[in-house]
């Protein structure tokens, strides 16, 4: 967005803010009604902006519950789902091992063979150090 464009959204959010406060305080409109005693005017637009901000106190703690809760929540099911996709994996691979058997054969053996060259080159080294 362009700065004038962002001025102008910041002007008018003040603008609207402003009358906002502007109509709880000085306007005619306030009427608080708490257990049949209806109350008007400058007390009632107190007592109006302290329930309304009791609320919305209110209102944060349990949205902050909530998204605790489901903090809690979807981390124990991202864990049970890594674990059910590595269970699915071990599953898959123990289905797949018989078919991969004549592969693992050669390979198996290329191992074998270098383990047993590599550990012959290190018996020299330390007979030689001795």
Partial sequence: MKTNA????FAV??????????QSTV???M?????????????AAVLGLLFGGMGMVIAG???SCVAVFLCVLFA??????????ALGGAVLLACVSPLLLPLLIPFGLYWFFVVRVRK????????HAV
Avoid: T, Y
């Avoid at 959010?13 to 502007?22: D, E, K, P, S």
């Fill in 31 to 43: 009427h608080v009604n708490i257990d049949g005693d209806e109350i008007d005017g400058p007390l």
């Fill in 27 to 29: 306007g005619d409109g």
């Fill in 120 to 127: 012959q080159r290190q018996r020299a080294l330390v007979d």
């Fill in 13 to 22: 959010l003040i603008f609207l803010l402003a009358v906002a406060a502007w």
């Fill in 76 to 85: 124990g099911l991202g864990v049970l789902m890594v674990s059910g996709i």
């Fill in 6 to 9: 962002k001025k102008l959204i």
């Fill in 61 to 63: 703690v349990v949205l």
